[in-house]
């Protein structure tokens, strides 16, 4: 039985480009969804990523708005810019790059999750780990 990558998790404001191809698992806010074409936009602080919720789509979605995910897919580079789905409401949120998607493999609400403790906590994780393994 074949083994199945590990996802590398990192913070909604460490994706890049350099994270393109890779499995990652994030958290953060699901600020908006686009029903027609199962887009989120998954939000921590002022940084913002587009996922791609088909695979996982459901009627958690909907009471899972404005709260706390959890995702975990592959980053993946769209040849043509997506639409970024609307925020309703009266503050500015953080546009995530149009020409970059997280493919969603699993997708969970997770009410409790205290996203700046996440943060701190996989910024923290990846200090260390590049402190015990330099590149």
Known sequence: MPQQERATTTTISSISEAH???????AGRLLS????????RVCSKEAAVLVDLSLCAGPWIRDALQGCVMVTGYLEALEKGATVPTVAGRFAAP????????R????????????????KAVGAAHETSEEQFPS
């Open 95 to 102: 546009h995530p790059d149009p020409r970059i998607v997280l």
């Open 104 to 119: 969603a493999l699993l997708a969970r609400a997770t009410p409790d999750l205290d996203i700046g403790l996440w943060d």
């Open 20 to 26: 393109l191809g890779r499995k990652l698992r994030v």
């Open 33 to 40: 969804y686009d029903l027609p074409t199962c887009l989120g």
